[in-house]
């Protein structure tokens, strides 16, 4: 079945330490996306692709790094200099075309030790 | 800047009421619009979209919305709610431009009451 698959569910960092969070997707999408979402505030989004080897920082991007080596593959690495880490993140995918609905992960949980 | 505004964060219904979730949103032009669901430590579902033509639009599982222009709003109907609705909904917005950048609302956690 196509989809969209992140992993950990649940994932804990340390202070200091950088975190990778993964999502692969199989739909054969160009564009992904990573949203951060906090209760209260929906979601907000962190960085965007729309196409191997390029991604643009969505509105809360300080603190976090991307890559898209693959078009299958978009991680998120938190860094230490993203002081308040703790959310439910959602990646996102789709064809890119104006107006299409996204496919989200089932969103993978951090928490600071 | 486009914003999405939802004014009720939790609602709580009796099981078989209808239901409206408000959305309003602040965009130059008429953006693509959708409502999405999410049950907790879950992705979000769409359940449905406008994008032109009739205002009022039909989704899955028994939802519909209607656009209203002068209002700058899309609201979320059910004529009867069962106890299975109760989730998270969230309105978006996204522009008519490829790239397809969604600005979501804060969202509306909805209770079922039986």
């Known amino acids: 079945d196509g989809g969209i698959t992140q992993s950990p569910k649940y994932l804990f960092r340390k202070e200091g330490q950088n975190v990778t969070l993964s999502c692969e997707q199989n739909?054969?999408?160009?564009?992904m996306y990573w949203y951060r979402q906090d209760p209260g505030q929906g979601l907000r989004l962190i960085y965007y692709?729309?196409?191997?080897?390029?991604?643009q920082k969505g509105d809360i991007a300080e603190g976090y790094s991307v890559s898209r080596e693959k078009k299958e593959s978009f991680p998120l690495t938190v860094t230490s200099a993203q002081k308040n880490p703790t959310a439910f993140y959602l990646c996102a995918s789709s064809y890119g075309q104006e107006g299409e609905k996204l496919f989200f992960g089932s969103g993978t949980q951090l928490s600071v030790l | 800047a486009q914003s999405v505004t939802q004014p009720d964060i939790h609602i709580t219904v009796s099981e078989g009421a209808s239901l409206e979730l408000r959305c309003n949103y602040s965009?130059?032009?008429?953006?693509?619009l959708f409502w999405y669901v999410q049950s907790p430590g879950q992705g979000l579902q769409l359940l449905l979209k406008?994008?032109?033509?009739?205002?009022l639009v039909q989704g899955i599982k028994g939802f519909e919305a209607e656009f209203k222009r002068s209002q700058s709003s899309f609201n979320l109907r059910k004529p009867s709610v069962h106890w299975s609705d109760a989730a998270e909904y969230f309105c978006?917005?996204?522009?008519?431009?490829?790239?397809?950048?969604?600005?979501f609302g804060a969202g509306t956690i909805l209770r079922v009451k039986s």
């Open positions: 692709s729309q196409i191997v080897n390029d991604f």
């Open positions: 406008y994008f032109s033509g009739d205002t």
């Open positions: 965009y130059g032009a008429t953006p693509y």
């Open positions: 978006a917005v996204g522009p008519r431009e490829y790239g397809n950048k969604l600005v």
């Open positions: 739909l054969n999408h160009d564009a």
